[in-house]
């Protein structure tokens, strides 16, 4: 199994719904994060969670909400979805004794329609 | 604020061909940390490399290799003798932690390895 796990890999939703893409692992850190990819803008910061108690906004947190459910999940909905929210999202986590800066799930791909 | 700059959106290079791609920081950070990622067509992230600024040592892994240099704020990416597996969108990030809080990305550049 990955290490960091998100579901769904892809999805298409209409504009105006209420979706939820989740997030766990298994690499025992305490720091989740959400980004999102845009063509030439590179990873942007949604969300990030230093512990279950802690959530705190990124540079793009307009129109997302999130839900520290245990240390190993961390899920992003996006409220009520329209089409600029398309993009390719992706959780991560990381730790002070990881040499590896982020542990990066898969992605998942949102299309909004 | 930091920031990070890959100036080439897309680069295109006959297998077996060298090809460097750039990376410029800024931040006011005296300590701090660059990496490497590579994205290759599935999607999925992939960890290449991490240096502290305290190490301008250039890195060899095999074909990969990185020149740090602080007087310019570079972070440049060598690949050398290029391969088709090589195809993918690289990113360059900072943060001002070893462990990646709050990573700033570049854009990130596009390589296709032709054959």
């Known amino acids: 199994d990955a290490d960091v796990t998100q579901t769904p890999r892809n999805r298409i939703t209409k504009t105006g719904k209420r979706i939820m893409l989740e997030c766990s692992q298994t690499k025992g850190h305490d720091r989740m994060y959400w980004y999102r990819q845009d063509p030439g803008l590179g990873l942007r910061l949604i969300y990030y969670s230093f512990d279950v108690k802690d959530i705190n906004k990124g540079e793009i947190s307009d129109g997302y909400s999130v839900s520290r459910q245990a240390q190993a999940k961390f899920s992003l909905s996006l409220e009520s979805a329209i089409p600029n929210q398309t993009a390719l999202y992706f959780c991560a986590t990381s730790d002070l004794d990881s040499d590896y800066g982020y542990t990066f799930g898969s992605g998942t791909r949102l299309t909004v329609v | 604020a930091q920031k990070v700059t890959q100036a080439q959106t897309e680069i295109s290079v006959v297998e077996k061909e060298d090809v460097t791609l750039d990376c410029v920081y800024e931040t006011r950070d005296t300590t701090y940390y660059l990496f490497w990622y590579k994205q290759p067509p599935s999607g999925e992230l992939v960890f290449l490399i991490r240096?502290?600024?305290?190490?301008?040592q250039n890195e060899i892994s095999g074909r990969y290799s990185w020149n740090f240099q602080k007087s310019t704020s570079s972070f440049n990416f060598t690949i050398t003798a290029s391969q088709v597996v090589d195809s993918a969108v690289y990113f360059c990030?900072?943060?001002?932690?070893?462990?990646?809080?709050?990573?700033?990305f570049g854009p990130g550049t596009r390589l296709s390895v032709l054959p």
């Open positions: 240096r502290n600024s305290f190490d301008e």
């Open positions: 990030a900072l943060s001002e932690f070893a462990y990646g809080q709050n990573f700033v």
